[in-house]
């Protein structure tokens, strides 16, 4: 058997060496009131083969044979069964961090490999070890840049995503910092001339996201522009990372935070995922996490060292930079694997297979009467369609040909009723995207 329990005579044994005599006497300091005393209300007890066959049945009945147009910061790509193979090797999938990092080369030069395929990817001089997601590292950099200004307002784009929106609202109110938003234009981009008015001398940081929640790419160069001429920092975050296989990274950037769930990660019911964050060398001492560095031992042989380590359990308190973050050095070493496996030829291929494939979805559904484009920015592999009714009545009518539908964007934007975000990757055939538009067709066909 795979899970051996204790025996009976273990059990005793066990008792008895805590001074007890029975199960029963162990748990007497619990009231009887609160002790259950009758058998948990479950089948069984069943053998290993019974257990499967009765889960394959329950899994069985799950929405097994969907289609999905659904991303908004959770990205369903390819992932290679070599990538799952090494992690699950058990020196690997039982580290959390390395607190000992002298005896932890192996788990260090992984982190190493991730940081440096992390500033290739985002034209940044630094990255970190990891973060806890892309939320959380969007906040922690914000936190950076208030305190490598000594300002306390961020300027936000409207058009970032909401829930990193309410991660760093919740942060703010806590660490005096005021948030201002910046409303989105008819291209789906930032209004530049409000953020020119908006930024003043008491802004520590812009915040924008490119693609956006839209999937429209912000002008990163020109908002670097508008920040850098009152002495803010521009924060650009990023939460489909593979759009830097053909996207001109954000170099222009002070500080990247990114999601790189889109690097080998399932989307997994929303995690685990790994955050990044990127920045200037100069920075780096009021970067949050860690940083594993390079060096040479007394012999000249090649080494890794754990530089820099901002928690409050390697520093003072009133000296930590960091505190909503943790190394996800599983989920970093995945994303790692799996971008050695693509290299840089396989990531852009598959970031023009993104972009194509979205760019054929939007024209199959122009093509419908009653569906358009409702931003004209350039896009990557999401982009939002207004319709000619409810887009949650749509997807309602779209799960009964077993596909699963735009995201409906009102619940976050209430300006923006019968407008839904839709996403294709490289996952999505041709095929389907010719359904959605058939079956979107039939649906709008009929009378409400």
């Known amino acids: ?89 058990g020196e690997f999938l039982t580290s959390y961090t390395p607190y000992q990092p002298e005896i932890s080369q192996g788990t260090l030069q992984a982190i190493f490999e991730f940081q440096t395929l992390m500033c290739q990817l985002t034209g940044q001089e630094v990255a970190n070890a990891s973060m806890w997601d892309g939320s959380t590292a969007l906040t922690e950099a914000v936190l950076m840049a208030q305190r490598l200004t000594g300002r306390h307002q961020a300027i936000v784009a409207r058009s970032l995503h909401p829930e990193y929106r309410d991660v760093l609202a919740t942060y703010a109110r806590n660490v005096s910092l005021e948030i201002d938003e910046v409303a989105y234009t008819p291209t789906g981009q930032i209004d530049a001339a409000a953020l020119r008015t908006a930024v003043n001398d008491a802004t520590a940081a812009v915040v924008v996201q490119s693609p956006n929640f839209f999937g429209v790419l912000e002008q990163v160069p020109e908002l670097a522009e508008i920040a850098h001429a009152k002495q803010a920092l521009l924060v650009v975050a990023i939460t489909e990372a593979v759009s830097l296989g053909i996207v001109r990274p954000p170099a222009e950037a002070d500080i990247v935070a990114m999601e790189g769930q889109s690097f080998g990660l399932a989307p997994s019911y929303g995690g685990p995922f790994v955050g990044v964050i990127a920045t200037r060398e100069k920075f780096v001492r009021q970067m949050p996490g860690r940083l594993t560095g390079q060096t040479t031992d007394h012999a000249g042989r090649r080494g890794f060292v754990l530089t820099l380590a901002t928690r409050e359990q390697h520093i003072r308190r009133e000296k930590a930079t960091s505190n909503i973050c943790t190394n996800q050095a599983l989920c970093a070493l995945a994303a790692a694997i799996h971008l050695c496996l693509l290299g840089k030829e396989g990531l852009k291929e598959l970031a023009q297979q993104n972009l194509a494939k979205a760019r054929f979805a939007a024209a199959e559904l122009a093509k419908i009467p009653g569906v358009q484009r409702a931003f004209s920015g350039p896009s990557f592999n999401e982009f939002v369609v207004e319709l000619p009714r409810s887009v949650k009545m749509v997807n309602a009518d779209l799960l009964q040909d077993k596909i699963i539908g735009p995201l409906p964007l009102s619940g976050f934007y209430p300006e923006l009723s019968k407008r839904g975000l839709v996403c294709v990757t490289e996952t999505t055939p041709r095929a389907e995207i010719e359904r959605l538009a058939a079956s979107l067709r039939q649906i709008l066909d009929r009378p409400v």
């Open 1 to 89: 058997m795979r899970y051996l329990p204790k025996s009976p005579s273990e059990r005793q044994q066990m008792l008895a060496a805590i001074g007890v005599r029975s199960m029963e006497e162990l748990f007497t300091s619990i009231p009887a009131a609160h002790r259950l005393n009758r058998p948990l209300n479950l089948l069984g007890p069943l053998s290993e083969m019974e257990i499967i066959d009765y889960f394959r049945a329950r899994a069985a009945e799950n929405s097994c044979g969907y289609t999905s147009f659904l991303g908004a910061g959770v990205y369903n790509h390819l992932r290679s069964v070599v990538t799952d193979a090494l992690i699950q090797r």
